[in-house]
């Protein structure tokens, strides 16, 4: 036999759940279609711009970034990194513009699998096992979007 309590708590998750199909089912078709070409921009930007923020966070802390680098092996540290921020910042661009998009995000993406394998592959440590999947899910954006392009509002359409 339930208590009381569970038995108003079992309600309560039921009202809650009535609440939010009836929501959910009585949304305005017209409401999503309209936003619904929205939405290559909307991950343009998401995607394009994290990019762009780390080039130019490469730029602000060269030094930094060098000396990571280097501590993760790389020859030529100073050159990788310059590499590393323009990909960055012009792959961010043309992914944001949806100009030459399947160029940037092509760039990009190898660039992720790239940093991928040579800073995330520690897979004894959650916290780099995590980067890299997260770069896996990141890669799969850009691969869309190498597929099927920038979308409706874009400098290309």
Request: glycine share 10%; hydrophobic share 55%; no cysteine.
């Amino acid at each position: 036999m339930r208590s009381p309590s569970s038995l108003s708590i079992n309600l309560l998750y039921f009202n809650y759940y009535q609440l939010i199909t009836k929501i959910v089912t009585s949304m305005n078709n017209n409401v999503v279609h309209t936003l619904l070409p929205f939405a290559p921009l909307v991950a343009r930007v998401l995607v394009g711009g994290m990019f762009l923020m780390g080039g130019i966070q490469k730029i602000t802390g060269f030094a930094g970034m060098v000396l990571f680098a280097q501590s993760a092996g790389l020859p030529s540290p100073e050159l990788a990194i310059t590499i590393a921020i323009v990909v960055e910042i012009l792959g961010g661009l043309s992914v944001i513009l949806g100009y030459r998009i399947f160029w940037g995000a092509l760039a990009l993406g190898i660039f992720t699998i790239a940093a991928s394998f040579i800073f995330h592959t520690n897979f004894a440590d959650q916290v780099q096992q995590m980067f890299f999947i997260k770069n896996m899910g990141i890669v799969a954006a850009l691969l869309y979007m190498v597929r099927f392009g920038a979308g409706q509002f874009s400098i290309e359409k």
